[in-house]
């Protein structure tokens, strides 16, 4: 099955957007050709991109404390394990300690390091890392695999407590919601969302073997999913038929 997500709100769009980033990172920092580890950096970049919006790193943290406070809600319950409780308060409680703990945006230590910052002013330019225009850090893509990773981990480290953090509240929320099967009627399946309910992520599990593309809208009244086909002109178009998958809404 593909999997696809659609956020509902701008603020787990950009949650999305560093999962996505933090997990093509692991990807290339385990690798060892220097290519990787140029765009292991590069990845390391546009998290720091990401992350120097004001508002990021409080609405991690308040995310997170909410969570914690909807969680102590369950103490006394019996049809709720106390022991798994205590584990996912205590994983919040760590996440919002490194997190706070962090000074300023993410990445923030990084920009005292002129070196990387000098990478960094030129990776968006086209061809802009020769080793004519940084000579540095060409020199540093020929030293052995063991010692860039090393030196990416160092630096991947600073935004270790936004990762995880990231990671621990998307998997919540993803918990959060119950699949359903549906059927798209000739292609196309809108839903009423509940009143009185906020929802924050739709996910949309689609066999591969019907190849179909969704293109999902949505708002707090309804979702909307018109499934397409990839034609030979390279071109999305409505497909008319029915088409299965399964529905997920995560509040």
Not at 7 to 26: A, K, V, W
Not at 216 to 245: C, K, Q, T, W, Y
């Amino acid at each position: 099955m593909i999997l696809y997500e659609y956020p509902f709100n701008e603020r787990i769009r950009t949650y999305l957007r560093l999962e996505h980033l933090f997990l093509r990172l692991g990807e290339l920092m385990a690798r060892s050709e220097p290519l990787d580890h140029h765009f292991a950096l590069a990845t390391i970049f546009e998290v720091m991109d990401v992350g120097a919006r004001a508002d990021l790193k409080s609405d991690v943290l308040k995310d997170l404390d909410k969570q914690k406070q909807v969680l102590n809600g369950y103490r006394g319950n019996p049809a709720i394990a106390e022991s798994v409780l205590d584990k996912v308060i205590g994983q919040l409680d760590h996440c919002f300690t490194s997190l706070n703990g962090l000074a300023g945006k993410a990445g923030q230590a990084l920009t005292e390091n002129d070196w990387l910052m000098s990478i960094r002013s030129r990776v968006g330019i086209p061809g802009g890392t020769c080793e004519f225009d940084l000579p540095a850090y060409y020199a540093w893509q020929h030293r052995d695999a063991a010692t860039r990773q090393q030196d990416l981990q160092r630096w991947a480290s600073t935004l270790a407590p936004l990762a995880e953090s990231i990671h621990l509240l998307l998997k919540m929320l993803r918990d959060s919601g119950a699949p359903q099967k549906v059927v798209a009627a000739g292609g196309q399946f809108q839903q009423n969302l509940p009143q009185g309910r906020t929802f924050q992520l739709l996910r949309l599990a689609l066999d591969p073997a019907q190849q179909l593309v969704p293109e999902i809208s949505g708002n707090r009244l309804m979702v909307s999913i018109r499934l397409m086909r990839h034609a030979e002109d390279d071109r999305l178009h409505p497909s008319g038929e029915d088409g299965a998958f399964e529905l997920t809404l995560c509040s």
